[in-house]
C-alpha cells in the first residue's frame, strides 16, 4: 500500500486462521510488549480490515530507504534450490519460488565488512538482559537485520520484526531464559552472517559471536 500524499509503504498481513481477530490481536500485544522493553522494532502496527478480515497494518521498512532489513529465513538460497531440484521426484517444486527482493539483493552482493560489529553484539547482549529480566522469549525468526543498501561495507543493526514468536510468562528462571533467548539470537546472527556476509570474512564474525556467547 503506497501512500501518495506522504509517500509512505505500508504492508499489510491478513493471518489466515484469525476467528474473532484473535491471532491479530496476539501480534499487537506483542508489540506492545517489545516496544514497552525499549528493544528495537516498527513503529507502526495497527489493526486493519480487509473486507470482512481482519488483519494488521506496518509500515514497510525498506520502502525507499537506505537501509534494508532481512532474514535469512524468507531466503530461498542456492543450496535450498538444490535439494528441491534433487527432490523433484518426490515432492511438487513450485518452479516459479523465489527470494523476497532484498534477501535476494543481499544474497548476490554480499558484504564484506561490517564495521560496528563488536559494539552491535554487545548492545544486543543488554537487549537481551532486559527482554530476560521482564520474562520475554524472542525467537530466532523475529529478528531483522539491517545494513546500507548499497554498501559491501556497513554498520549492522537490529529490529524486532516477525512478531508471531514472542512469549512472556515463560516459567522458565532467569538463566533458563538468557541462555534461551542468548541461543535463539545467535541462531538469527549466525544465518545472516552465513547467507548475507563473503564466505572469506565470515570466520572472524563467528568467532567473535562465540567468544562473547
Avoid: W
Wanted: aromatic share 14%; charged share 30%.
Amino acid at each position: 500500500m503506497i501512500n501518495s500524499e506522504t509517500s509512505e509503504a505500508f504492508i499489510v498481513r491478513l493471518p489466515k486462521m484469525n476467528l474473532g481477530g484473535t491471532r491479530t490481536k496476539f501480534y499487537i500485544n506483542n508489540y506492545e510488549i517489545i516496544k514497552n522493553i525499549g528493544l528495537p522494532t516498527l513503529n507502526t502496527v495497527e489493526e486493519f480490515d480487509f473486507g470482512n478480515r481482519k488483519g494488521i497494518k506496518t509500515e514497510d521498512l525498506n520502502y525507499q530507504k537506505e537501509f534494508i532489513y532481512i532474514t535469512h529465513n524468507s531466503l530461498y538460497s542456492d543450496s535450498k534450490k538444490m535439494v528441491d531440484t534433487l527432490s523433484q521426484n518426490f515432492i511438487k517444486i513450485d518452479k516459479n519460488k523465489k527470494s523476497p527482493e532484498y534477501e535476494e539483493f543481499r544474497y548476490r552482493n554480499k558484504l564484506k565488512e561490517i564495521t560496528n560489529f563488536e559494539k552491535f553484539i554487545i548492545a544486543v547482549k543488554n537487549d537481551l538482559s532486559i527482554a530476560t529480566e521482564k520474562d520475554v522469549l524472542i525467537e530466532f525468526d523475529s529478528y531483522f537485520f539491517g545494513t546500507r543498501k548499497d554498501a559491501d561495507i556497513s554498520c549492522l543493526n537490529y529490529k524486532i520484526v516477525d512478531l508471531d514468536n514472542i512469549y512472556t510468562n515463560t516459567g522458565k528462571t532467569r538463566q533458563e531464559l538468557l541462555v534461551d533467548n542468548i541461543s535463539e539470537f545467535k541462531r538469527a546472527i549466525k544465518g545472516f552472517v552465513k547467507y548475507f556476509v563473503n564466505v572469506y570474512n565470515q570466520s572472524e564474525y563467528e568467532k567473535y559471536l562465540d567468544k562473547m556467547f
